[in-house]
Nanobody
Framework: QVHLVESGGGLVQAGGSLRLSCAAS????????MGWYRQAPGKQRELVVV???????NYADSVKGRFTISRDNARNTVYLQMNTLKPEDTAVYYC????????????????WGQGTQVTVSS
């Protein structure tokens, strides 16, 4: 019922920028938090940043000052502006959201997007 779709990934040179989008759709009652994770080859998936319904943010140290998360509540969409990209940012980026649905409005579950590839060349 709930579907998250990411877009905006691609290939960029070091120092460049990309803007990722994630739109949630379906029988959504409430969204408690949305965020981004990434997974590089041979590594565990890690938190990039999360934003809560109270507008609190939590960034990984490796992206602080370079990445910015924002929301469009009317469109159930979250964005990730990525500036000054580095080769070590290369990974598949996954959107994540804590969502309750209409039939279970008080129970929140994590939903994941399909992932979008970000490749930063040197």
């Amino acid at each position: 019922q709930v579907h998250l779709v990411e877009s905006g990934g691609g290939l960029v040179q070091a120092g460049g920028s990309l803007r990722l989008s994630c739109a949630a759709s379906g029988s959504i009652f409430s969204i408690r938090a949305m965020g981004w994770y990434r997974q590089a080859p041979g590594k565990q998936r890690e938190l990039v940043v999360v934003i809560t319904s109270a507008d609190r943010t939590n960034y990984a140290d490796s992206v602080k000052g370079r990445f910015t998360i924002s929301r469009d509540n009317a469109r159930n969409t979250v964005y990730l502006q990525m500036n000054t990209l580095k080769p070590e940012d290369t990974a598949v980026y996954y959107c994540n959201a804590e969502i309750s649905i209409a039939t279970m409005p008080s129970s929140f579950f994590n939903y994941w997007g399909q992932g979008t590839q970000v490749t930063v060349s040197s």
